[in-house]
Nanobody
Framework: QVQLVESGGGLVQPGGSLRLSCAASGFTFSNYGMYWYRQAPGKERESVAV????????SYADSVKGRFTISRDNVKKMVYLQMNNLKPEDTAVYFC?????????WGKGTLVTVSS
């Protein structure tokens, strides 16, 4: 079955960096686009970044553009989110996501807290 497992979250000071990882299994990883979403306390879940299956094209939410970088390793079946210059408003649970055969799959998320 499809499984997505996020890791790498934690507490970081404003201006700091974190690298999130998502380990994927149960599907042909290289065939599918991969997404990072986040959900801040009291807010709706929002899309942060996406990377396509072919060519690895990327797209970002305006709020993270220039600070976050999504990447993937099709051999290791991993997707990453490098987050630089973190701000308090980046505090959220970050989720890995994909859609396989029309069904969306989510990991359990990893908490990122940006605070001094």
């Amino acid at each position: 079955q499809v499984q997505l497992v996020e890791s790498g979250g934690g507490l970081v000071q404003p201006g700091g960096s974190l690298r999130l990882s998502c380990a994927a299994s149960g599907f042909t990883f290289s065939n599918y686009g991969m997404y990072w979403y986040r959900q801040a306390p009291g807010k709706e879940r929002e899309s942060v970044a996406v990377i396509t299956s072919v060519g690895g094209s990327t797209s970002y939410a305006d709020s993270v553009k220039g600070r976050f970088t999504i990447s993937r390793d099709n051999v290791k079946k991993m997707v990453y989110l490098q987050m630089n210059n973190l701000k308090p408003e980046d505090t959220a649970v970050y989720f890995c996501n994909t859609a396989v055969w029309g069904r969306m799959y989510w990991g359990k998320g990893t908490l990122v807290t940006v605070s001094s």
